[in-house]
């Protein structure tokens, strides 16, 4: 089967189920499940199309998507598929706001994750999801991190100034390089082309025992 033949992956109607793409994690793909909808991971094993023609929006949907035997506690949401069929189309951008806005959580809201820039790979038992959305209902902050050098994005998360490292496709698109603290409108938006709303943070593939959080997305 290729990309172009139609996909097997069917909800309980016998329609195919459509998918929006929103960002990548090394070799697993961030896509928004438009029925329920969730947010799922997908490892793609025999995969036809270019990386780097993806972007935000794209609806797509998935062919031979499985999960009968993936046990990850770290990544729950965590599904394996041939490929990706395209359906040549972009959700528009209203509907696509409307749909973050449905999953996602406010920064006034409790973080559903530890502590932390970082989780022990030990101590995830599947309760929890990889990947989180949150509206950012607070000022951001956009910049170097002294630290660990790596561009973040930081903000209030429940009362708690927390920065997270942009993920490597997202710091590619940066504008500008980040030297200051960027904490006004204006520069941030010179830095990412607009003021983020919502940022998709997600925890890594495991690494010396453990799985960083990482800004994948913002909008």
């Known amino acids: 089967m290729t990309a172009t033949e139609a996909p097997k992956t069917l909800n309980k109607n016998g329609r195919s189920l459509k998918y929006v793409w929103i960002g990548v994690i090394e ?4 896509l928004i499940e438009l029925e329920t909808p969730r947010v799922v991971r ?10 780097g023609g993806l972007t935000v929006g794209t609806v797509l949907e998935l062919i031979d998507a499985r999960d009968d035997f993936i046990l990850d506690n770290a990544r729950p949401e965590l599904l394996l ?17 409307k749909t973050l806005k449905r999953l996602a959580i406010s920064s ?6 530890r502590h932390g820039a970082s989780t022990s790979y030990a101590l995830f038992d599947g309760s929890t999801p990889s990947v989180c959305i949150v509206e950012l209902a607070n000022k951001v902050a956009l910049f170097k991190n002294g630290r660990d050098g ?33 904490t006004n409108k204006k520069m941030i938006k010179r830095a990412l082309g607009f003021y983020p709303i919502y940022a998709v943070v997600a925890y890594t593939l495991p690494k010396n025992g453990y799985c960083q959080k990482i800004i994948v997305a913002l909008f």
Do not use: C
């Open 108 to 113: 006034t809201e409790p973080s559903p994750w």
């Open 81 to 97: 598929a041939d490929d990706f069929f395209f359906s040549r189309k972009t959700l528009p951008k209203r509907r696509f706001m």
């Open 150 to 182: 790596e561009n973040h994005v930081g903000f209030k998360w429940y009362g708690i100034f927390q920065s997270f490292p942009l993920s490597r496709t997202l710091d590619s698109s940066l504008k500008l390089e980040l030297t200051d603290r960027a």
């Open 42 to 51: 997908i490892l793609v094993e025999k995969a036809t199309f270019d990386e």
């Open 27 to 30: 070799k697993e793909h961030l």
